[in-house]
């Protein structure tokens, strides 16, 4: 189930339309509760690394180059397959990001790299 793969902010009220909530990010949000995420998974080896987030800081100015480096970073990562074969035993599922912007972050990325693996 990649190709109807949702995001969505954590912060967001969960809805039964989101399927199987996995939570994207390497550390935990700020101010939120285990039980208000509503999650049913949490998969921080799948995020950015420490190194490569510290770099990027959410620069807009910096998205496609953080973009070339977290696929590189993605194509080592052994979670991705694993990641991968667990969505597809879901009918519906959700990525949850903590970032601010929903047009700049890391779980976009992840994303289109699910979707294309899944191909």
Known sequence: MTEGLRLKRVYDAP????GFRV????????GLSRQRACLDLWCKQIAPSPGLR??????PARFA???DRYRAELTDNPTLEE???LLRDHPS???LYAARDPQIN???VLRDVLQEHAR
């Open 93 to 95: 599922a959700t990525l």
């Open 54 to 59: 510290t770099w990027w800081d959410h620069d």
């Open 83 to 85: 990641l991968g074969a």
């Open 23 to 30: 939570l994207v990010d390497r550390l935990w949000p700020r």
């Open 106 to 108: 890391h779980a976009i």
């Open 65 to 67: 180059a953080f973009t």
């Open 15 to 18: 809805e039964p339309g989101d």
